[in-house]
């Protein structure tokens, strides 16, 4: 499996960013996904999760500014983060899980896309 993350950038705190995440194989609808984040010098962190049939489960600080989405016909996963604040800095990655409930674990990644947030 292999996942291609984009859609981050450089952004003015209070903006918004929209990232994608592309998986490999025909098996994409199967199973859970999920975003993490890594910002400097911390560990990373679980973003939010979905279910293979579109069920959402959030960081508890992460309710309401994120949101998961997928498209099984596309075999994509989305983050929309909105209100951006400069402690959103981080590396984002997508992760492809080992079954379709979204606490499974994850384990496939993808790359990682930077997200820069400026005050």
């Known amino acids: 499996v292999q996942l291609q993350a984009s859609g981050g950038g450089s952004v003015q705190a209070g903006g918004s960013l929209r990232l994608s995440c592309e998986a490999s194989?025909?098996?994409?609808?199967?199973?859970?996904m999920s975003w993490y984040r890594q910002a400097p010098g911390k560990q990373r962190e679980m973003v939010a999760r979905i279910s293979n049939r579109g069920s959402t489960n959030y960081a508890d600080s992460k309710v309401g500014r994120f949101t998961i989405s997928r498209d099984n016909a596309k075999n994509m996963v989305y983050l929309q983060i909105d209100s951006l604040k400069p402690e959103d800095t981080a590396v984002y990655y997508c992760?492809?899980?080992?079954?379709?409930?979204?606490?499974?674990?994850?384990?496939?990644w993808g790359q990682g896309t930077q997200v820069t947030v400026s005050s």
């Open positions: 992760s492809q899980h080992a079954a379709g409930w979204w606490y499974s674990h994850p384990i496939y």
């Open positions: 194989g025909s098996t994409f609808s199967r199973f859970a």
